[in-house]
C-alpha cells in the first residue's frame, strides 16, 4: 500500500496517479482537499474540534446524552449574556420570586400588581398586564418580539416594589432601549491601489448543503470579479474557510493584490489568527489561506454582516443552488447588481446591538 507521498508532486496532487486506483468523481473530490506543503505528519485526536486530548472529549465520546432538548438549548445560547440565561431559566423553571409564587411557598401577604390592583403572577407580569401589553406591542412593531425584554420588566417590577418607581409602559421601554444601540454601517472601498476581497459562507441546516463565495472590488468600487463554490454537505466553518481560500487564489491568479479581504465570522478570524490550532479537520486549509497572505500582502480582517451583502447575497445563491462559477463585471445582473451600486454610494445600513 503506497502512502498518501506517493500521490504527491511539486506541492499538488499528482492526479494520474490517483486516477490508476481511484474513480474520477472520487478524485475530483481528493484533488479539492488542499495540503500545507512542507508541515509534517501529526497525530489528532477525532473527538474533539481541536484534534488535542481531553478528558472532556473522552466522556463526551463514551457517555449516554439526553435527547437534546431545543428549549434549553435556545436559553444557554452562548450569544445570550449568563445573566439572561440563568434569568430565563428560572422563569422556565417557576423560579421568579411573585407574590403568587411566595404564597405558594407558605409566605402571608396580599397580592397585588405594582402596575394595576390584579393578583401578581408570573404571567401576568410578563403577558397579560396592560403596561406589559403596551411593551410588547411597541418592540413588535419595531424588530419583534425579544427574550431579553423580560429582564427588564422583572428589573422595573423590582424597581416599582422596592423603591417606589412607577412602573408603566413608557418608564420599561425607556429601560429596554437604554441597552440596545444602533451602529451605522457601510462597505467601505479600500484605499487606492489596494482591492477588497468580502466572503461569506452558507451552509443550510450546519451541516447542509453549503457553498463558498466572494467578490473583489477596487478603490472605486468596481468589480472584478466574483465567484461560486458549490460544496455539497458541508458545515459553516468549512463554507466560510473556503469562500477565504478561493477567494485569494483568484486574486493572486488575476494579480489583484494588495488585498483587504473581510469576512463577516468571527471564527474564522480567530482561526487564523491562532495559525497552528483549530478545527483539525480544516487546518490544512487554514494554513493555505496563511500563506497565500503573506504571497498577497493580504490583511484578513472582520466586517459587520450588514456590509456584507454582495458576498452574503452570492454565498446562499451558492448554497441554494449549488452553483459553481466565476463572475466578471458584464454577468452581475439583477439583485446583486442593485447590492453592489448601494455599496458604491456609500449607502450606509443600521446594526441593531
Given amino acids: 500500500m503506497e502512502s498518501v507521498h506517493y500521490y504527491w508532486h511539486e506541492g499538488e496532487w499528482n492526479v494520474p496517479r490517483i486516477l490508476r486506483i481511484i474513480p474520477m468523481p472520487f478524485a475530483q473530490i481528493i484533488c479539492q482537499i488542499p495540503i500545507a506543503a512542507g508541515q509534517g505528519d501529526i497525530i489528532v485526536w477525532t473527538e474533539s474540534s481541536t484534534g488535542d486530548f481531553s478528558t472532556k472529549s473522552a466522556w463526551e465520546a463514551i457517555r449516554q446524552a439526553s435527547p437534546r432538548r431545543q428549549l434549553l438549548a435556545d436559553v444557554w445560547h452562548r450569544s445570550l449574556r449568563p445573566t439572561i440565561s440563568v434569568f430565563l431559566w428560572r422563569l422556565f423553571q417557576d423560579r421568579i420570586p411573585v407574590d403568587a409564587r411566595m404564597q405558594q411557598k407558605g409566605f402571608s401577604f396580599p397580592s397585588k400588581c405594582q402596575c394595576c390592583e390584579a393578583e401578581e403572577t408570573v404571567s401576568h407580569l410578563f403577558i397579560e398586564s396592560a403596561a406589559v401589553q403596551g411593551v410588547w406591542q411597541h418592540f413588535a412593531a419595531i424588530?419583534?418580539?425579544?427574550?431579553?425584554?423580560?429582564g427588564s420588566l422583572t428589573h422595573m417590577r423590582n424597581a416599582a416594589k422596592y423603591r417606589g418607581v412607577a412602573f408603566s409602559t413608557d418608564s420599561i421601554i425607556l429601560e429596554v432601549q437604554r441597552h440596545l444601540?444602533?451602529?451605522?454601517?457601510?462597505?467601505?472601498?479600500?484605499?487606492?491601489?489596494?482591492?477588497?476581497?468580502?466572503?461569506?459562507?452558507?451552509?443550510?441546516?450546519?451541516?447542509?448543503?453549503?457553498?463558498?463565495?466572494?467578490?473583489?472590488?477596487?478603490?472605486?468600487?468596481?468589480?472584478?470579479?466574483?465567484?461560486?463554490?458549490?460544496?455539497?454537505?458541508?458545515?459553516?466553518?468549512?463554507?466560510?474557510?473556503?469562500?477565504?481560500?478561493?477567494?485569494?487564489?483568484?486574486?493572486?491568479?488575476?494579480?489583484?493584490?494588495?488585498?483587504?479581504?473581510?469576512?463577516?465570522?468571527?471564527?474564522?478570524?480567530?482561526?487564523?489568527?491562532?495559525?497552528?490550532?483549530?478545527?483539525?479537520?480544516?487546518?490544512?486549509?487554514?494554513?493555505?489561506?496563511?500563506c497565500l497572505q503573506q504571497l498577497l500582502v493580504a490583511d484578513v480582517q472582520h466586517v459587520f454582516r450588514e456590509a456584507n451583502g454582495a458576498a452574503d447575497h452570492l454565498a446562499k445563491e451558492a448554497a441554494s443552488l449549488q452553483l459553481t462559477r466565476v463572475l466578471h463585471h458584464d454577468d452581475i445582473t439583477g439583485i446583486l447588481r442593485g447590492i453592489i451600486c448601494l455599496d458604491r454610494q456609500g449607502v450606509p445600513h443600521l446594526r441593531r446591538g
Fill in 143 to 150: 424588530f419583534g418580539l425579544c427574550l431579553c425584554d423580560t
Fill in 181 to 290: 444601540r444602533t451602529l451605522i454601517v457601510r462597505w467601505l472601498a479600500p484605499s487606492p491601489s489596494w482591492f477588497k476581497l468580502n466572503t461569506d459562507g452558507s451552509s443550510l441546516g450546519n451541516p447542509g448543503l453549503a457553498g463558498a463565495a466572494g467578490i473583489i472590488r477596487d478603490s472605486a468600487g468596481h468589480v472584478h470579479l466574483a465567484y461560486q463554490f458549490a460544496l455539497g454537505t458541508g458545515t459553516s466553518v468549512l463554507a466560510e474557510l473556503t469562500a477565504v481560500w478561493r477567494g485569494m487564489e483568484l486574486a493572486l491568479t488575476h494579480g489583484l493584490a494588495p488585498l483587504v479581504v473581510e469576512v463577516d465570522a468571527t471564527t474564522v478570524i480567530s482561526l487564523l489568527q491562532s495559525r497552528a490550532s483549530g478545527n483539525w479537520e480544516v487546518q490544512h486549509m487554514i494554513m493555505r489561506i496563511i
